[in-house]
């Protein structure tokens, strides 16, 4: 599975919307699934994923489906 | 919901016992002829001893914190003058989320078990994009 298709994954997993949904508006808050614990869940997923740590300040700045493929640069993980 | 705890190791699991006497302010009311532990305050005794397991870690001490989800199953009644044990265990403990397992037993039976989700909303807070 490539990465664009594991990050799509985590969020259609943890917030249970469909692919169609995941867009530049996809954001926190935006729909009620993603909440504070759907946040942490998500996260928590993507690192099991990934196998990565996310730092607390990336954690606080994945604010939206767009801004977390810039965040997963960092881990040197590129999502197209 | 809790008269003592037995034994706790922070971040683990925590342990511990209510005792029902017969004069327990819900007796008389859930049920008439039949008085039994209300499920509620079962699954409110678990989740309390499952608080005890994450706020006696360092720098948890006398935080407040919230219920998030519970999946409870209820296996038996729970009747007066019987004892009843509260086991928990810390499945997960990340940036201010607990997910918990728990039992209430009695006379060596499960009474009731639940999985449990609670959170130290200070803690958690810190970790949220800011809107």
């Excluded at chain 1, 799509?8 to 996809?26: A, G, P, R, Y």
């Excluded at chain 2, 209430?104 to 609670?118: L, R, S, T």
Aim: charged share 25%; aromatic share 10%.
């Amino acid at each position: 599975m490539d990465n664009k298709s594991k990050y799509n994954k985590v969020f259609i997993e943890c917030f249970s919307v469909k692919e169609k949904i995941l867009s530049k508006d996809l954001k926190y808050n935006s729909i009620p699934q993603w909440d504070s614990v759907g946040h942490m869940s998500m996260i928590a997923a993507l690192e099991e994923s990934f196998d990565i740590t996310l730092e607390m300040d990336d954690i606080i700045d994945f604010s939206s489906y767009n801004v977390g493929k810039k965040i997963l640069k960092k881990y040197k993980i590129e999502i197209n | 919901m809790i008269d003592h705890v037995t034994e706790v190791i922070p971040g683990v699991s925590a342990e511990g016992y209510k005792n029902l006497p017969e004069d327990e302010w819900y007796f008389p009311i859930h049920f008439p002829n039949n008085p039994n532990v209300p499920g509620v305050l079962q699954l409110e005794a678990l989740a309390q001893m499952l608080t005890v397991a994450i706020t006696t870690l360092p720098g948890n001490k006398g935080k407040i914190t919230h219920a998030l989800s519970h999946q409870v199953r209820f296996r038996k009644e729970v009747l007066p003058k019987k004892k009843f044990i509260i086991k928990t265990r810390v499945n997960s403990w990340k940036r201010g989320i607990c997910d918990g397992f728990g039992q209430g037993i009695v006379d060596g039976e499960v009474a009731c078990e639940a999985n449990m989700k609670i959170t130290i909303p200070e803690i958690l807070e810190k970790y949220l994009p800011k809107k």
